[in-house]
């Protein structure tokens, strides 16, 4: 089973390009999430979208977008990356909001 | 400031050896749940505790929730090169989940 799968895996961008991470789930998971991981900080949360048709902030939104394409599918957005969305992206599904969280392999992405 | 604190950050210790790496905050979970990440991977969960007081065990490994439900403990016993990660606790609050920066375990053989 593929699980939860991001591409790209490694991204460098430049300060001001945009780029957008891909996410899908097989495992027909209502609730699908976007976290960052940094050195010392833990995951945080950028957006989560609980279940189709709906998305909402976490707490580091500013700077990105999401779309809830299906139920499968849930894209984070850069409009114009700065250094300091230097990070590793993750992307996870759950049944429901607190339950089980799976991830993905991580995106790692570097804007110079 | 974090609002679940894991302690220690950093833990470099010999095959066979013991250890405790704790997850506090001043808030009460719902439930709390560990996960264990390993390098170039993402997280897997490990357990999750609901009840005040709850111990639960996974082969060497035992996990205690707080009587109060703002804190909780691991346990490793003889631990492994395996045991080798970036263990998280992740607190339930609400709909939320809010996890901790992580400890770093490295177990040398």
């Known amino acids: 089973n593929a699980g939860v799968t991001q591409t790209p895996k490694f991204q460098v961008l430049k300060t001001g390009q945009s780029m957008t991470l891909q996410c899908a789930q097989d495992m027909n998971h209502n609730s699908m999430y976007w976290y960052r991981q940094d050195p010392g900080m833990g995951l945080r949360l950028i957006y989560y979208s609980a279940s189709e048709g709906t998305t909402d902030k976490g707490e580091v939104p500013n700077g990105y977008n999401v779309s809830r394409l299906n139920k499968r599918e849930f894209s984070l957005r850069l409009e114009s990356a700065a250094p300091s969305q230097t990070s590793v992206y993750f992307c996870?599904?759950?049944?429901?909001?607190?339950?089980?969280?799976?991830f993905g392999e991580g995106s790692r992405l570097t804007v110079l | 400031t974090q609002l679940l604190e894991q302690s220690p950050q950093f833990l470099s210790i010999q095959e066979g050896e013991n250890l405790t790496v704790y997850c506090n905050s001043s808030?009460?979970?719902?439930?709390l749940q560990w996960y264990r990440q390993e390098p170039g991977e993402g997280p897997v969960l490990l357990v999750t505790v609901v009840t005040g007081g709850e111990v639960k065990k996974l082969k060497r490994l035992t996990f205690q929730f707080g009587d109060a439900r703002k804190d909780s403990s691991l346990h490793i016993t003889a631990a492994q090169p395996g045991d080798t990660g970036l263990y998280l606790c992740a607190g339930v609050r609400g709909n939320k989940l809010v996890f901790g920066a992580g400890t770093i375990l490295r177990v040398k053989s």
């Open positions: 996870a599904s759950s049944w429901q909001g607190t339950g089980e969280l799976f």
């Open positions: 808030s009460v979970f719902s439930s």
